[in-house]
């Protein structure tokens, strides 16, 4: 078994650490041997990860010389950016489609998941937030355009958040002052979301942290992806400065 998660830049010397929590749609093979039975085009879709998302993270941290974390493993294994209580920890409907491999589930093999994928990879996160003596925590992710049945969303970019806005806010100015853009702000999810990722490596120790969402059409391609990494590190950059933390 590999590790189900990976670092890159782990000697780079800059503030900020960078995660991707939905990196991969893989599906490991100690789990219902690797296919959660879905085609092929279910598992490219955003239910099992979030694309583009991992390229956008790379070029960010290259960017602000920052060291990231992805994941190794679908979100539809087990969700690394939920709670161990939360109920959409292990989805077994995600915006129409059922997922065959997790309708019948039960503790005993959400457990294992757990043990075997969702603690693994907080508990390196946590390691690399440590090792470094004032981390600020940048999460990056990306979000479909439109949900089955539901108007489409007209914003570009999103800043999740929840009571510290520290460094959201004004990182939300900055991408307001953009003429192009379509800002969210706690959009198109909120970021109160508690036991997340952000929450218990951010709010929970007090942290400086945001998160990021993309429109996943916009950053399809790795020179997109590059596009964005490079755009949002001068931004985050200024808020930090603002933020003065």
Same mark, same amino acid.
């Given at each position: 078994m590999t590790a189900p998660f990976h670092i890159e830049g782990e000697g780079r010397k800059g503030r900020w650490v960078l995660t991707c929590d939905h990196a991969s749609n893989r599906v490991p093979p100690e789990v219902n041997g690797g296919d959660l039975g879905l085609s092929g085009a279910d598992m490219n879709r955003h239910i099992a990860y979030d694309p583009?998302?991992?390229?956008?993270?790379?070029?960010?941290?290259?960017?602000?010389?920052?060291?990231?974390?992805?994941?190794?493993?679908?979100?539809?294994?087990?969700?690394?950016?939920?709670?161990?209580?939360?109920?959409?920890?292990?989805?077994?409907?995600?915006?129409?489609?059922?997922?065959?491999?997790?309708?019948?589930?039960?503790?005993?093999?959400?457990?294992?998941?757990?043990?075997?994928?969702?603690?693994?990879?907080? /508990?390196? %996160? #946590?390691?690399? *937030?440590? @090792? $470094?003596?004032?981390?600020?925590?940048?999460?990056?992710?990306?979000?479909?355009?439109?949900?089955?049945?539901?108007?489409?969303?007209?914003?570009?970019?999103?800043?999740?958040?929840?009571?510290? /806005?520290? %460094? #959201?806010?004004? *990182?939300? @100015? $900055?991408?307001?002052?953009e003429p192009d853009l379509c800002v969210g702000d706690n959009q198109p999810y909120s970021g109160h979301l508690p036991g997340d990722s952000m929450y218990r490596h951010g709010v929970e120790p007090r942290r400086p942290h945001v998160l990021i969402e993309l429109r996943n059409d916009l950053i399809r391609t790795a020179a997109q992806q590059e596009a964005w990494g490079l755009r949002l590190a001068p931004m985050l950059d200024a808020a930090l400065t603002i933020a003065q933390v």
């Amino acid at each position: 078994m590999t590790a189900p998660f990976h670092i890159e830049g782990e000697g780079r010397k800059g503030r900020w650490v960078l995660t991707c929590d939905h990196a991969s749609n893989r599906v490991p093979p100690e789990v219902n041997g690797g296919d959660l039975g879905l085609s092929g085009a279910d598992m490219n879709r955003h239910i099992a990860y979030d694309p583009g998302a991992l390229g956008v993270t790379r070029a960010l941290a290259r960017a602000l010389d920052a060291p990231m974390i992805a994941s190794d493993f679908s979100r539809l294994v087990i969700d690394p950016n939920r709670g161990e209580d939360d109920p959409t920890l292990l989805m077994k409907l995600y915006d129409g489609t059922i997922i065959p491999a997790n309708r019948h589930a039960d503790a005993t093999e959400v457990e294992r998941r757990l043990r075997l994928y969702h603690r693994p990879y907080h /508990t390196a %996160l #946590a390691g690399l *937030l440590a @090792a $470094r003596p004032d981390p600020v925590l940048v999460a990056i992710h990306s979000f479909t355009k439109q949900f089955r049945g539901r108007p489409p969303r007209p914003w570009h970019v999103g800043v999740l958040y929840a009571g510290d /806005t520290r %460094l #959201a806010l004004p *990182l939300v @100015a $900055r991408l307001n002052a953009e003429p192009d853009l379509c800002v969210g702000d706690n959009q198109p999810y909120s970021g109160h979301l508690p036991g997340d990722s952000m929450y218990r490596h951010g709010v929970e120790p007090r942290r400086p942290h945001v998160l990021i969402e993309l429109r996943n059409d916009l950053i399809r391609t790795a020179a997109q992806q590059e596009a964005w990494g490079l755009r949002l590190a001068p931004m985050l950059d200024a808020a930090l400065t603002i933020a003065q933390v």
